[in-house]
């Protein structure tokens, strides 16, 4: 089972990106997705989750309307639209997988956990 995290890299603030997570290995159907960031010196920290058909989404406030999280399932991806992009947005980003759903991300509850996409963030 496998988590890759792809996409990052330095940009600029008010830039944008898109991360991308390729899951492979199982069928994630019963799993709830997610990205969480992790800055050098400073704990994990929750970012975003979908449930894995699509319908519920939700987001830390520090991002609430500024990234926007998807998935295609046919493409068993799941994607994050960054946008306006600041410093403290830094971070390496690691896409996971609960089966506890959307909250068992938000608790730091994960099945599975994929490397990690840098994303720099210069002011």
């Known amino acids: 089972v496998q988590l890759q995290a792809s996409g990052g890299g330095l940009v600029q603030a008010g830039g944008f990106l898109r991360l991308s997570c390729a899951a492979s290995g199982r069928s994630f159907s019963s799993y709830a997705m997610g990205w969480i960031r992790q800055a050098p010196g400073k704990e994990r920290e929750f970012v975003a989750a979908?449930?894995?058909?699509?319908?519920?989404?939700y987001y830390a406030d520090s991002v609430k309307g500024r990234f926007t999280i998807s998935i295609v399932n046919a493409r068993n991806t799941m994607y994050l639209q960054m946008n306006t992009l600041k410093p403290d947005d830094t971070a390496v980003y690691h896409c996971?997988?609960?089966?506890?759903?959307?909250?068992?991300?938000?608790?730091?509850?994960?099945?599975?956990w994929g490397q990690g996409t840098l994303v720099t963030v210069s002011s």
């Open positions: 996971a997988a609960s089966l506890s759903g959307i909250k068992g991300l938000y608790d730091h509850s994960y099945d599975y």
């Open positions: 979908i449930n894995w058909n699509g319908g519920s989404t």
